[in-house]
């Protein structure tokens, strides 16, 4: 069954239970389980269609963990929400967000790839963080 009737997608990602996709126009988008604030809409609300996360049009890059989500921006910062439980979002914290926030000032992030209970990230330099 198609979600909805866009045809302008361009990469995905899924949860254990939620889905984020990226358009054309570098808008983010989630939908489904949001327990955890998983989907970044800054409520625990679940959403049976696509809603738009924000207003920003940069997002270049994006993964789900099994309750979070992570993203890259277009000048290389890293983005994630959702399930913090063992600190796997990496803001220093074990407190599940509901909006995207960016974790630390860095801005030479090229990959991020969240698992069940931990993230691993790659930056520009070819150091891996966990």
């Keep these: 069954m198609q979600i909805g009737t866009d045809n302008d997608w361009v990469s995905i990602a899924t949860g254990f239970n939620h889905s984020v996709a990226l ?14 604030g998983q989907l970044g809409d800054g409520t625990t ?17 994006i993964t789900a963990g099994s309750a979070n989500t992570f993203a890259l921006k277009s000048n290389g910062s890293l983005w994630a929400w959702g399930n913090n439980q063992f ?44």
């Design 23 to 36: 358009k054309v126009d570098g808008t983010l988008w989630t939908w489904g389980g949001n327990d955890d």
């Design 45 to 61: 609300i679940n959403r049976a269609t696509p809603i738009q996360i924000g207003t920003d049009n940069n997002w270049v890059s």
């Design 87 to 130: 600190g796997n979002i990496g803001d220093g914290t074990s407190t599940n967000r509901t909006s995207p926030m960016q974790i630390g000032t860095d801005i030479n992030w090229v990959s991020v790839d969240g698992g069940d209970g931990h993230t691993l990230g790659l930056k520009s330099d070819g150091t891996l963080w966990a």
